[in-house]
């Protein structure tokens, strides 16, 4: 099995790279990346698995990553400025979350189950509050509800994040992936570098633009505090999280769970942020379990 081309859709006013597999008769499932990342970093045997298991997956580039629309005639403020909160940011989560809902209705599709990683957690968040009838499940991986009180990074992760400048060849590129992420990344599981090399190289010829990682970043900095308005959410959710995350504590997944209704943790001894290949497995199954979830009560509803 293997992925379709890159295609694109007009989604609220921009253009939205996007890939699938499985049958588009399928249960739908929508990946949404995380901060600076594009689609490819959801794995293609990961999308494999879960299509082989009868999903119709999605998945795509964020605003401003990958082949979709980069808003280049916005401000790109420096990451300081964003955790500081001076000025407005060029866009906020919520759009991104409307790109989202905006994407599956130029597929044709009224409603999916959504996972999302990292910043696509916080985006994915934003898209069941604001458009809950597009949202069949939830699974929300390394993420937090936006408050200021948890999902903290250890100093050294928040420091170097706010030291990353522009590089200008793909071989800087690829180092400052493969450092990020050996710091990142999972203590409890070997460390890819091999892999890592390859999806930063993939990355980079793709699309490299640090300013709009920069405009993301100011997205992240600007979002408020979900946790009241996801008392309200009704569709299945689990959350998966490092319990050795050093970029999103885990205390941040955990206030998730607690504030959506029914919501289940799930943790994981020696993960970091990222998505170890000997997780994967476990990370399908528990995703087909809220799907199945969420295709009983949108049945029930029927």
Sequence with gaps: MTTTPTKIA?????????GTFGAPTGTPVLLIMGLGAQMIAWPDAFCEELAARGDYVIRYDNRD??????????PAPHPVDSLLRRGKPPYRLEDMADDAAG????????????VGASMGGFIAQELVIRHPARVRSLTLIMTSTGSRRVGHPKLRVLARMGRRRAVTDRAAAVESSVETFRMIGSPGFPYDEAYMRDLAGRG?????????????VAAIAAQADRSSSLAHVRAPTVVLHGLADPLVSENGGRAIAR???????V?????GHDLPRALWPS???????????????LGATR
């Design 204 to 216: 980079y010829d793709r699309s490299y633009d640090f300013d709009g990682y920069r405009r993301q």
């Design 283 to 297: 990370f399908a199954d528990e995703i087909s379990s809220v799907v199945a979830a969420g295709e009983a009560r």
């Design 103 to 114: 994407l599956l209705g130029a597929l044709g599709v009224g409603s999916a189950h959504v």
């Design 259 to 265: 504030a959506i209704p029914g919501a289940r943790f």
């Design 10 to 18: 007009q989604a609220n006013g921009i253009e939205i790279a996007y």
């Design 65 to 74: 990553v990958g082949e979709s629309t980069h808003l280049s005639d916005l």
């Design 267 to 271: 943790g994981y001894s020696g993960m």
